[in-house]
């Protein structure tokens, strides 16, 4: 691939002005709605008060995407301790937490799955095996990225692996920019690494999910039970989106111009079976098959992503170096910890009950019968998605305050959260998600394409959902 295949065409200077006032407004709210939370007179605490305008603060910034989401997140971070609104040991409370170190170990560990080869061998074998034709490639496309969501446990990064594989394909056809093969393609392609995320305890969101799940849920969660247990949606999503894409971007042509085996030699490079790669292999392999056999063991996921990464730079193994995490984005890490901060102090100050009171009053009211309960909490998590931006935030706000209900209340608290962390993954907009800002900064397809795709995929994996939950969540003893 050149340069060229992945630039992103630079906007006009009229725009870039756009974009500057933009940002500008964008910062004074991010600091005028904190400033008139705090000042208000409210007949609350003042420590409730300031965690409030704090976390608005952090929420906005996040939702803006006025700076880098972890810095926000650290900024909100050092305000709640700087301010008074709680002790250091809670405001940074999320980086003592499992749940960063687990998305640390993944990330780790998919870096040394890259860095090999794996992902591009996984790549070469399915293609070599779907054909030539579009409608067989694009669903080898779908389906080599799920299961690079097992070695990959990032969409951000799994995305730029498959979009390589993507303008690779694109080429085999003859066209580019702007045809329904490119648009089609790009667009599942980006879409389902947000929802994968969600579906395998391996994307940020899904570790946030789980991690607040097992602290204020207080309840274990199987790596091996929440594969299984979305499983069947995984496999709906897979095959409606390349259902989707088949319908509303028919191909220009459906077998490709170009060399199937020219396509398969680029999508493999030229990779040998050195003893580095062996070794990268074998770790991944060894982390996903204790990861889904932990309700056998007991080892927690976050213990294994982290002992096997720390295991790659051991000086005998020598898969990993530290150039390699000095080149590794590791923000993500300090957003997750941020979140989870927040959610801690806005627990010990009372304030995350005043902030979700409201909200979740007309959720919890169905919570008691299963069958209103599950589009009560799908379709709840959908809209309060819309106002906290990524489902990072979105998850670290509102589970615990679920999750405190459903004890309260004598409710499955697994089967609460589960469903909501699910709820994440249906999107309408760039903002909601990192890998759709991603994949849209390639320029294949628009916004009305991605809200077309999320309306379609989240009406038919609430379907999906629901009778998963119905009918064979029971077997599994959910």
Same mark, same amino acid.
């Given at each position: ?139 080898? !496309? ?88 979305? !499983?069947?949606?995984? !496999? ?34 030229? !990779? ?207």
């Amino acid at each position: 691939m050149t340069a060229s295949d992945y630039a992103i065409v630079k906007p006009h200077a009229a725009a870039d002005d756009r974009s500057a006032s933009l940002r500008a407004l964008f910062a004074f709210i991010c600091v005028a709605v904190p400033l008139a939370i705090w000042l208000t007179p409210m007949a609350v605490p003042g420590a409730a008060k300031g965690a409030m305008a704090i976390s608005s603060f952090m929420i906005l910034a996040w939702m803006t995407n006025i700076m880098e989401y972890g810095a926000a997140g650290l900024i909100g971070c050092l305000l709640f301790w700087a301010t008074g609104v709680t002790k250091i040991e809670t405001a940074f409370s999320g980086f003592t937490s499992d749940t960063p170190w687990f998305l640390f170990g993944a990330i780790m560990l998919g870096v040394a799955a890259n860095k090999t080869g794996v992902p591009q061998r996984i790549g070469s074998f399915v293609v070599s095996r779907v054909g030539a034709s579009y409608s067989r490639l694009l669903l080898g !496309l779908i389906i080599t990225s799920f299961i690079l969501t097992l070695f990959v446990p990032s969409g951000n990064a799994r995305l730029v692996i498959m979009a390589s594989f993507a303008i690779s394909v694109i080429n085999v056809f003859g066209v580019g920019k702007g045809s329904n093969i490119g648009r089609g393609i790009f667009l599942v392609l980006t879409y389902t690494a947000a929802v994968f995320d969600k579906m395998v305890i391996a994307g940020a969101g899904a570790i946030t999910a789980v991690g607040n799940i097992t602290r204020f849920g207080e309840i274990h969660v199987s790596y091996a039970l929440w594969f299984f247990a979305f !499983l069947p949606c995984a !496999l709906l999503t897979i095959f409606s989106a390349w259902w989707f894409a088949r319908v509303f971007y028919p191909p220009e042509r459906e077998t490709a111009t170009g060399s199937i085996e020219e396509l398969q030699a680029q999508l493999r490079g030229n !990779l040998e079976w050195t003893p580095t790669a062996k070794k990268a292999t074998a770790l991944s392999i060894l982390a996903i098959v204790l990861w889904m056999t932990d309700f056998i063991h007991h080892i927690p996921p976050s213990v294994i992503a982290l002992g096997l990464a720390l295991v790659a730079f051991l000086p005998f193994v020598n898969v990993l170096e530290a150039e390699d995490m000095q080149k590794t984005n590791l923000m993500p890490v300090f957003f997750v910890a941020a979140a989870l901060s927040m959610s801690n102090v806005a627990q010990e100050t009372g304030a995350l009950k005043l902030l979700t009171d409201f909200f979740f009053g007309g959720v919890t009211q169905f919570l008691s019968n299963k069958v209103l309960a599950v589009p009560a909490l799908y379709w709840g998590g959908f809209l309060y998605h819309f106002a906290t931006a990524s489902e990072i935030s979105m998850l670290a706000t509102s589970l615990p305050v679920l999750m405190e209900y459903a004890k309260a209340e004598h409710l499955d608290v697994l089967w609460v959260g589960m469903i909501w962390a699910f709820s994440a993954g249906g999107k309408l907009f760039a903002y909601q998600s990192a890998p759709l800002v991603v994949g849209y900064s390639y320029g294949y397809f628009r916004h009305i394409d991605l809200i077309k795709i999320g309306v379609f995929l989240t009406i038919v994996e609430f379907f999906g959902l629901a009778l998963c939950v119905a009918f064979y969540w029971p077997f599994l003893g959910i």
